[in-house]
DNA sequence: GATTGTATCTCGCAA
DNA sequence: TTGCGAGGTACAATC
């Protein structure tokens, strides 16, 4: 594999730029970015990633997360003269930019992928939601739920139901340990409901300040186990679904 | 460039992830996702990245973020049979992994690079108080700085003041338009320090239910024009700066 | 290790 | 378009 020339890079950057086809390119480049901050990238090798719908990445060769990137929509363009490639990629619904200065090419990948995969998630908060509304007494014993994600003056609410003694019930769901956001969120749905109203919060854990605040402003906590979740999950739709079958 | 082999590829990739080399590959793969959620992504032409410190990454050919992630650090486990690829990525310190089938490969790069290029942004919100701190008059006339990022009770606090009476002051600087979160924060920080404190937003903008709040609640807004803090920045530091150079 | 606050957060949803 | 909350948020600083 040779290193690809230049100007040769140039024609077919243009020509795959304006084909909106999916660009990777290996290279030694310089970046700038101007728009909700300014910055800087010095002289250095990375991965450039023009995607078929203009989003934008720059990745250096460790660390997660890119050094620079533009969402999409972008206009982007390809300018060439003899010592490199300016690459320019402009938000179009914002003032927001990255220039790339390109100083050499290591490989250059282009051309339409074909993707059709769905992509399937378990258990997001609304997957949740879903289960428990299916299976009240998990919330609580006597539980019935009277509507899921309710829109509350105060934001959205996962459950709002009525406990074995007909009080009203307002559940706020969290995936993972809650800390003090969860329970701050949680505080203003119950804002101006008064001690009719029962407040709980179910997670798989609670911080220890979380709970502290819960108690004093007479919340309860119940935890969830996930596991338990996924199972009834599987048990109910079945395991034809690859990642439930394999991992459980 | 012929369609690489599926036995040459595992073969590279091997050597690729064992060297710690930086790995692309544009391949037909599916993928599932198990640890903190669980996730399947079906069959489908992706950017697979795997970063010399193990990060990974899977693209599709539209959307900016990853479909499926890795932070590092990960194992990194390549296996090869007659039908696909199979590629392995757990994390060190979390229960989680991915694991991707590869089918085919449309293009593959693997190598070393070298980058040890500076990044540096500008006006991010630290720099925004180092210079406020020198030029307190932007905050306010007769203002005076007695801290930045001083850390209170309740959290850290951009600048801490004194005004032309006398009268302490606690500024928070947001560098975008100051939404309800940032109030919110704001009133953490004020608790219990009684009317004797002034509590001033500065930022850029505020929307309307932020300000709303700010009234109910005896906070003050200030607007602050980041345009004017660049100038003085470049005045300042000059214009050595590239970024600052090229677009001021 | 757990918690907290920030982010060029991104993204989706609703008013 | 703007506001607002969710995220497998990631990440750094701090306790």
């Given at each position: 594999?040779?290193?690809?020339?230049?100007?040769?890079?140039?024609?077919?950057?243009?020509?795959?730029?304006?084909?909106?086809?999916?660009?990777?390119?290996?290279?030694?480049?310089?970046?700038?970015?101007?728009?909700?901050?300014?910055?800087?990238?010095?002289?250095?090798?990375?991965?450039?990633?023009?995607?078929?719908?203009?989003?934008?990445?720059?990745?250096?060769?460790?660390?997660?997360?890119?050094?620079?990137?533009?969402?999409?929509?972008?206009?982007?363009?390809?300018?060439?003269n003899r010592e490199h490639i300016v690459l320019t990629v402009k938000r179009v619904r914002l003032s927001e930019k990255v220039i790339v200065?390109?100083?050499?090419?290591?490989?250059?990948?282009?051309?339409?992928?074909?993707?059709?995969?769905?992509?399937?998630?378990?258990?997001?908060?609304?997957?949740?939601?879903?289960?428990?509304?299916?299976?009240?007494?998990?919330?609580?014993?006597?539980?019935?739920?009277?509507?899921?994600?309710?829109?509350?003056?105060?934001?959205?609410?996962?459950?709002?139901?009525?406990?074995?003694?007909?009080?009203?019930?307002?559940?706020?769901?969290?995936?993972?340990?809650?800390?003090?956001?969860?329970?701050?969120?949680?505080?203003?749905?119950?804002?101006?409901?008064?001690?009719?109203?029962?407040?709980?919060?179910?997670?798989?854990?609670?911080?220890?300040?979380?709970?502290?605040?819960?108690?004093?402003?007479?919340?309860?906590?119940?935890?969830?186990?996930?596991?338990?979740?996924?199972?009834?999950?599987?048990?109910?739709?079945?395991?034809?679904?690859?990642?439930?079958?394999?991992?459980?």
């Amino acid at each position: 594999m040779g290193k690809p020339d230049l100007e040769e890079v140039g024609e077919q950057l243009k020509k795959a730029v304006s084909a909106k086809e999916f660009i990777t390119l290996i290279c030694l480049c310089e970046a700038d970015y101007v728009g909700r901050a300014r910055s800087f990238l010095e002289k250095g090798e990375r991965l450039l990633i023009i995607k078929e719908d203009t989003s934008f990445l720059i990745h250096r060769p460790s660390g997660l997360e890119p050094v620079n990137w533009q969402p999409p929509p972008n206009y982007v363009g390809v300018t060439v003269n003899r010592e490199h490639i300016v690459l320019t990629v402009k938000r179009v619904r914002l003032s927001e930019k990255v220039i790339v200065r390109i100083h050499g090419v290591k490989s250059i990948f282009s051309g339409k992928l074909e993707d059709k995969g769905v992509f399937q998630m378990y258990l997001s908060e609304k997957e949740i939601s879903e289960i428990l509304r299916r299976h009240p007494e998990l919330v609580e014993e006597g539980f019935r739920v009277t509507s899921v994600e309710a829109r509350e003056k105060t934001g959205v609410v996962d459950i709002v139901g009525v406990d074995a003694n007909n009080r009203r019930t307002i559940v706020e769901i969290k995936k993972d340990r809650a800390g003090l956001e969860a329970v701050r969120q949680l505080a203003r749905y119950a804002v101006g409901t008064g001690p009719s109203v029962r407040v709980v919060l179910l997670a798989p854990g609670v911080t220890e300040g979380a709970e502290k605040m819960l108690r004093r402003r007479g919340m309860e906590f119940r935890r969830i186990s996930m596991l338990d979740l996924t199972k009834i999950l599987t048990r109910e739709k079945g395991v034809e679904n690859s990642c439930i079958k394999r991992f459980l």
